[in-house]
């Protein structure tokens, strides 16, 4: 049994490794490295920073009652209350220096809060949720570096994929056969483990059964190898390949700069994936700030759902829908243990999954035996965020939770993506947790595995 005691020195020391790994990506850029170009898909850091200060005070530290540390500076903090475009202003949000007080301030003011005060299953609950919130922008501090071609995140591993682990992709090429059967998805809807074991974000509840039937689904993620092989058969030049939403995809240039490093507007349409180029008679990746040969075993990442969804028509497979992407990594069934990882229920280990800036999608799909569950599928956790055919909608008796927001702005026109990928934190990652995603969207970790038709 956890103790209240136990519980209150699990939550700080979350809160603090949080706090040391935004600091590390913050600290690690210099001036006019935080000063980051504008692209839709990234914040600036110091914004990203006090708006998760803000969120702290919004969440938890306001049911204390009293003023926020500047009120002046709520409505800029506040992602709903500024336009993206604005949050790159310099003569509306303080330096360094001061974001990073109002940050430590506010860490702080949570962390004695947390130790001083009776821990009720409501105020576990929010805690938890604001650090999780935090961990999600890590995440997204950790994709700005890759997006404008900065040094990776200082928890990056460097060195060379691990070979060991290469011989056995190949003889992991056999789909994994998922039986026919009723399926357990999501988390409870209410439960007195609400804060702990079955803590979840609104849009995972509340739980239900599915039936499906039979199908197959390959057991790791598709590599970079196979891509390459989808791109070098023409496949961006074959329009019977791609959706009406791809072929739209395919006609709009979009702007290489910050790929590339050129100095003027580099505009094309897109002939391979984002982070790929073709020179000196090989394919190359740029991984942050550096070219890399294409390493083939590895996951291929950045693809957009239309990538996914073409490649899939060439090879003459198909994307797995939510449902049966839950049902191979995690197989609950009815009247048996909940899992929430393949493993069971133990938080990801690095031996498991590549998770918290750590290999960054480097090694190959055969990697992380240890992370399997019963079906045998690799990677299921991390490497990847894995795009499914469904639509991110509710689920039904779905309500909304203490933040309005999480979920509803994206209900409708985006795609489920599940699983995670090597930029989340740990601490956040579940099988049931649904992320959303545009289907354009490439700037993310984003990648995926395929079903037989």
């Known amino acids: 049994m956890i103790t209240e005691e136990k519980s209150r020195e699990g939550l700080v020391e979350a809160l603090e490794q949080t706090r040391r790994r935004t600091l590390a990506l913050v600290e690690t850029l210099d001036d006019q490295q935080l000063d980051v170009p504008y692209h839709p898909g990234v914040n600036p850091p110091l914004w990203e920073t006090g708006h998760s200060a803000f969120f702290y005070e919004v969440f938890v530290l306001s049911q204390d009652g009293g003023p926020n540390y500047d009120p002046s500076m709520d409505d800029l903090w506040d992602s709903f209350h500024i336009e993206h475009r604005d949050r790159w202003r310099r003569d509306l949000f303080p330096g360094r220096a001061a974001t990073l007080s109002y940050f430590n301030t506010i860490y702080d003011r949570v962390a004695k809060?947390?130790?001083?005060?009776?821990?009720?299953?409501?105020?576990?609950?929010?805690?938890?949720?604001?650090?999780?919130?935090?961990?999600?922008?890590?995440?997204?501090?950790?994709?700005?570096?890759?997006?404008?071609?900065?040094?990776?995140?200082?928890?990056?591993?460097?060195?060379?994929?691990?070979?060991?682990?290469?011989?056995?992709?190949?003889?992991?090429?056999?789909?994994a056969l998922i039986p026919a059967g009723r399926y357990v998805m999501g988390m409870p809807g209410s439960s007195p483990d609400f804060a702990t074991m079955d803590f979840g974000f609104d849009n995972e509840k509340p739980r239900f059964e599915v039936e499906l039937p039979a199908f197959a689904i390959s057991r790791t993620l598709v590599s970079n190898g196979e891509f390459r092989e989808f791109v070098d058969a023409g496949g961006y030049q074959a329009p019977e390949f791609w959706s009406f939403g791809g072929r739209k995809w395919l006609e709009k240039p979009y702007n290489r700069t910050l790929v590339t490093g050129a100095t003027e507007d580099a505009m094309t349409l897109p002939t391979h994936p984002i982070y790929w180029q073709y020179r000196d008679a090989e394919w190359q990746e740029k991984h942050f700030d550096r070219w890399h040969p294409l390493d083939p075993s590895a996951p291929v990442t950045h693809v957009t759902y239309w990538e996914a969804e073409a490649f899939c028509q060439w090879a003459g497979r198909r994307l797995p829908s939510e449902a049966e992407w839950e049902a191979a990594a995690l197989d609950n069934r009815p009247g048996q243990p909940f899992n929430r990882f393949p493993w069971g229920n133990g938080q990801p280990r690095p031996d498991q999954a590549d998770m918290d800036g750590r290999w960054m999608a480097r090694q190959p799909v055969g990697h992380y035996a240890n992370g399997v569950g019963r079906h045998g599928c690799r990677q299921m956790i991390g490497s990847v965020w894995e795009w499914t055919t469904d639509q991110f909608l509710p689920y039904d008796g779905f309500k909304v939770d203490v933040y309005p927001f999480m979920s509803t702005l994206q209900f409708g026109d985006h795609k489920v993506t599940k699983g995670g990928s090597c930029a989340t934190s740990s601490m956040l990652i579940r099988g049931t947790y649904r992320q959303a995603y545009l289907p354009e969207r490439n700037d993310t970790y984003t990648g995926f595995r395929t079903c037989a038709r």
């Open 113 to 175: 809060r947390i130790r001083s005060k009776p821990l009720s299953g409501e105020d576990h609950y929010l805690y938890r949720y604001a650090i999780y919130h935090q961990n999600m922008h890590i995440e997204s501090l950790i994709w700005c570096r890759q997006t404008v071609g900065f040094p990776p995140p200082p928890s990056y591993e460097a060195g060379a994929p691990d070979a060991i682990f290469r011989a056995e992709t190949n003889e992991l090429k056999a789909d």
